[in-house]
């Protein structure tokens, strides 16, 4: 292959490499999946200070958060074909700007519409972010002839880990949380100028064709499979405390054990996936899985002991590790819709199961029990490893 080859595009023959993928690609991809967590988990901490300062009720917070989904979901789609025009580099210095700059001001702001600017902001430079990322990785995945995508989501997940885990030491140091916030805001400026000599540039040498389109054939199948699994991490994310609590009577300051374990094991799964990847392949790895998750959701709500029900997260977690990462490179594999629409588009679909699946389960709860709702993704997940078999990953 040759270092002009195409990879990505926003039309076919539109955005080429202008050199080839090596280590300090890799890095660069390293540092990128590093940022992105850095961003989540330096927004986590600020939420219920931003609701305090605010004065905000439950349900104003709950509109409140919607405008990060918004702008994540209106800006996914389009990113591949802002790259394409303008060149990675410049979207993705544009992307680290307007998350540093979001962070900043909800780490001081008070009044509603700043707020809502604001976090409409973080979604749009996180969006771009995540979906540019994806494509580097599919770029130097392929170009490296060997499974790499795993160890890049595990980045993610350690940085969201580190993340959570420094903004948290910074507050009991004393420091004000707009102090902390710049401290982490730093962090991620200092990782995109390392990692900025590796980022893969792309030059526009063919007829543009649409910004976005609507996904189909093996993408569609791909982003809905990434829709499930994201779907599962949401439900663990916002539903396990409230499930070990109102299920299992544990004390609510032992509840975030729940999303811990399946962190934890996700983390690293993910680190040792590439391994994975290489000795049993990814088809198996998406079926095999996909049926481990929904194990460790049938054993989290069969037995009604507590220390039984974080084993059913870790397997969860365990599980979901890979799955997505393996959908990554099979959209960026396949030959029907060109990868920079491809990953928008798959990326769009997945966030959509993190944003609407909690609320859906919380739905179901209420017209049933929150048991039968996990119970329900547990199916779906089944579902998820049936699909895989029809795939060619």
Not at 46 to 61: I, W, Y
Not at 207 to 218: D, E, S, T, Y
Not at 276 to 286: D, F
Not at 305 to 316: D, I, K, N, Q, S
């Amino acid at each position: 292959m040759t270092s002009s080859s195409t990879i990505t595009s926003a039309a076919p023959a539109a955005c080429r490499l202008t050199r080839a993928a090596g280590p300090v690609e890799a890095r660069a991809t390293r540092l990128l999946f590093l940022i992105v967590g850095f961003g989540v988990a330096a927004w986590a901490p600020l939420v219920p200070l931003v609701k305090a300062r605010a004065g905000l009720d439950d349900g104003t917070l709950g509109l409140l958060l919607l405008c990060l989904g918004v702008g994540s979901l209106a800006t996914m789609p389009v990113a591949g074909a802002l790259a394409g025009r303008f060149g990675t580099r410049p979207v993705l210095a544009a992307a680290v700007l307007v998350t540093g700059a979001a962070l900043m001001t909800l780490s001081r702001a008070a009044g509603l519409p700043v707020l809502a600017v604001a976090l409409t902001a973080l979604g749009i430079g996180l969006g771009l972010l995540d979906c540019l990322m994806n494509l580097q990785a599919v770029a130097v995945e392929r170009r490296a002839a060997r499974p790499m995508m795993s160890g890049f989501h595990g980045l993610y997940s350690l940085g969201c880990i580190l993340g959570a885990a420094g903004f948290s030491a910074l507050l009991s140091l004393g420091l004000e949380p707009a102090a902390a916030t710049l401290v982490v805001v730093a962090a991620i400026a200092v990782a995109f100028l390392a990692a900025l000599p590796g980022i893969l540039a792309t030059r526009a040498d063919g007829p543009r064709g649409p910004a976005f389109a609507l996904p189909r054939g093996p993408v569609l199948r791909i982003g809905l499979l990434c829709f499930v699994v994201f779907l599962t991490e949401g439900s663990a994310l916002d539903w396990s405390g409230v499930f070990l609590i109102q299920e299992r009577g544990l004390d609510p300051a032992r509840a975030g054990l729940g999303y811990a374990a399946f962190s934890l094991t996700m983390t690293a799964g993910r680190l040792a996936g590439d391994a994975l990847v290489r000795r049993i392949g990814r088809r198996r790895i998406v079926v095999l899985g996909a049926l481990l998750a929904a194990a460790g959701l049938g054993l989290a709500t069969a037995v009604p002991l507590w220390p039984v029900t974080l084993l059913g997260y870790a397997l969860v977690g365990a599980g979901c590790a890979n799955i997505v990462p393996v959908l990554f490179t099979a959209a960026g594999r396949q030959e029907a819709v060109p990868a920079a629409l491809a990953i928008p588009a798959v990326t769009t679909l997945g966030y959509a199961g993190v944003l609407a699946g909690p609320a859906a389960i919380g739905l179901l709860a209420h017209a049933t029990s929150l048991t039968l709702a996990f119970l329900a993704v547990a199916t779906l997940l089944l579902a998820v490893a049936a699909g895989a078999r029809h795939l060619r990953i």
